[in-house]
């Protein structure tokens, strides 16, 4: 394939999402995304990434793959088990998207350099550590880095956006925005009727 063959395959490859009104492709092919934790939630949201065009992912995970998370991790398959969750997940990230630039690490988040953090636009928290969360949240705001944290327990989920003062990043209007989200409460359960899980 020609240079020129493989943007005419890049651009029909994205083309249906640039249909939505505001998608700014070219924005989204040069930014780079740090996904921590490449379990069940860091499959679905670096797949997601990779599909959508984005330039560079940096994937890290300590874990090695396991029989019990092939029903669960979307980039793994049988005969995976016993190499790192990073590794694989980015030869399969390549596989979907050949235009994606994918690095990826099979250590502890705290023993990065400090490099890799500030290389990436976004980083995003998918980790079943609570203290290894908080470790990444310390950085994350130290170096003024935009930090989406996710997990999952049971049938329940979480999200939460943390925008560092002076990060380069503003969200207009986020207090209105929350007082409508109060408003348009989509399910109230009393206290005692919430599931227990822990």
Same mark, same amino acid.
């Given at each position: 394939?020609t240079?020129?063959?493989?943007?005419?395959?890049?651009?029909?490859?994205?083309?249906? #999402?640039?249909?939505?009104?505001g998608w700014? #492709?070219?924005l989204?092919?040069?930014?780079?995304?740090?996904?921590?934790?490449?379990?069940?939630?860091?499959?679905?949201?670096?797949?997601?990434?990779?599909?959508?065009?984005?330039?560079?992912?940096?994937l890290v995970?300590?874990?090695?793959?396991?029989t019990?998370?092939?029903?669960?991790?979307?980039l793994f398959?049988?005969?995976?088990e016993g190499?790192?969750?990073a590794e694989?997940?980015?030869?399969?990230?390549?596989?979907?998207?050949?235009?994606?630039?994918?690095? %990826?690490?099979?250590?502890?988040? #705290?023993?990065?350099?400090m490099?890799? %953090?500030?290389?990436?636009?976004?980083?995003?928290?998918?980790?079943?550590? $609570?203290n290894?969360r908080?470790?990444?949240?310390? /950085?994350c705001?130290?170096?003024?880095?935009?930090? /989406?944290?996710?997990?999952?327990?049971g $049938?329940?989920?979480?999200?939460?956006i943390? /925008?560092?003062k002076?990060?380069?990043?503003? %969200?207009k209007h986020?207090?209105?925005?929350i007082?409508?989200?109060?408003e348009l409460?989509?399910?109230?359960?009393?206290?005692?009727k919430?599931p227990? %899980? $822990?």
């Open positions: 394939m240079v020129n063959d493989n943007e005419i395959t890049k651009a029909r490859m994205f083309a249906r #999402q640039q249909l939505i009104d700014d #492709q070219e989204i092919t040069k930014g780079c995304i740090l996904i921590v934790g490449v379990g069940a939630l860091g499959c679905e949201i670096a797949k997601d990434f990779a599909l959508m065009g984005i330039g560079k992912l940096i995970d300590l874990d090695t793959i396991e019990s998370n092939l029903s669960r991790q979307m398959r049988p005969g995976d190499r790192p969750k694989v997940a980015a030869e399969r990230l390549k596989e979907m998207n050949p235009f994606l630039e994918v690095d %990826y690490y099979f250590k502890k988040l #705290q023993k990065l350099p490099s890799v %953090y500030e290389e990436a636009d976004v980083v995003v928290a998918a980790l079943d550590n $609570f290894a908080l470790d990444l949240n310390k /950085i705001l130290r170096l003024k880095k935009p930090m /989406i944290e996710g997990g999952t327990v $049938f329940e989920g979480h999200v939460q943390v /925008i560092p002076d990060s380069g990043l503003e %969200y986020k207090d209105s925005e007082d409508k989200l109060m409460k989509l399910m109230a359960l009393e206290e005692d919430y227990k %899980y $822990f």
